[in-house]
């Protein structure tokens, strides 16, 4: 498989085949972290966006392949604060860079950046829209955890209006015969142009506005912030901000293979008291960001 020169901008740029290819890379670079192979290749990170993990964690895996790491993380350091286009940044970025990581507010943008790059683009996160390497993580953690990606009961819980990952996820899953459990308030329910990968592939799907009437149906249980940079109105924020709130409590029927992932930061929608329990899974699925991203950073460069 052949993944050289790739944008990597929609989870759907990539077929089933072609991400599944990245999970076996994944595992790979799980078993041997350090891996020389990027030498004298370059990565740049240019990160609109306040992030933690998906930016460190694309440094971290361009670190241990040898690639040395630029960019910004804070876009008012670079000029992009005197009025320079995007387009321009990424022309520019491009002289410098093998390949560009990137982050922005607009829904649309790493679209944008890949039409002018001329190196591969990865979109680490678009406005409201996508998260692709983040949702490849996730099928990563799914795998792992329950051996299959195939015939499982999925609930999505929380903000599933502006939370990108939920909809990169959706996706993706609908490859595998999912049935979603979709759980939010009515004001942050699955977009309708998401639902339609769901009816496309005939699969089935069921909404509530309550975690205890899925939670002892599902494999997994997969949690998300209120997405509060989002809303225009923050009393719209306000009104929906503490909506769920997962306790231990509320695990004590739930199937044995049941884990719980969160893409993470999470604000206070799974209480502390649940990380010490055998579902919780969410600091793992992080950690697998780093052997996901490797193997795409590898593979788009064609090193794998
Ligand atoms: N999951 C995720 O995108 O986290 P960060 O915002 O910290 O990168």
Not at 28 to 40: D, K, M, S, T
Not at 144 to 166: E, F, H, P, S
Not at 181 to 188: F, Q, R
Request: charged share 20%.
């Amino acid at each position: 498989m052949n993944l050289k020169n790739r944008n990597l901008i929609s989870i759907s740029d990539y077929s089933k085949e072609e991400y599944m290819h990245i999970l076996k890379l994944a595992a790979e670079f799980e078993r041997q972290p350090v891996q020389n192979i990027a030498e004298g290749k370059v990565v740049a990170t240019l990160f609109f966006e306040p992030s933690t993990r998906t930016r460190l964690s694309f440094e971290s895996a361009a670190c241990r392949m040898g690639a040395k790491v630029i960019g910004f993380s804070d876009a008012s350091n670079s000029s992009t604060a005197k009025g320079e286009s995007l387009a321009d940044t990424i022309r520019t970025v491009s002289c410098y860079a093998d390949i560009i990581v990137m982050r922005h507010p607009l829904e649309g943008a790493a679209r944008v950046a890949s039409e002018v790059a001329t190196v591969p683009v990865i979109n680490a996160g678009d406005g409201a829209n996508q998260h692709p390497t983040q949702c490849m993580l996730d099928l990563y953690s799914i795998l792992t955890t329950q051996g299959t990606l195939d015939n499982l009961d999925i609930a999505l819980v929380g903000d599933l209006k502006y939370g990108r990952t939920v909809h990169s996820l959706v996706e993706a899953m609908c490859n595998f015969n999912t049935t979603f459990h979709l759980i939010s308030p009515e004001s942050l329910k699955l977009p309708s142009i998401v639902k339609m990968h769901i009816k496309k592939h005939n699969l089935k799907y069921y909404q509530y506005s309550e975690i205890p009437e899925a939670i002892n149906k599902v494999d997994i249980l997969y949690v998300t912030r209120v997405q509060r940079e989002r809303f225009l109105d923050i009393q719209d924020y306000e009104k929906v901000k503490n909506s769920y709130v997962l306790d231990r409590s509320m695990l004590t029927n739930v199937k044995s293979n049941m884990k719980i992932l969160h893409p993470l930061p999470r604000v206070n929608e799974i209480a502390t008291n649940v990380d010490s329990t055998e579902q919780a899974y969410y600091f793992q699925q992080a950690q697998n960001g780093v052997y996901v991203r490797q193997a795409l950073i590898a593979a788009i460069l064609g090193l794998k």
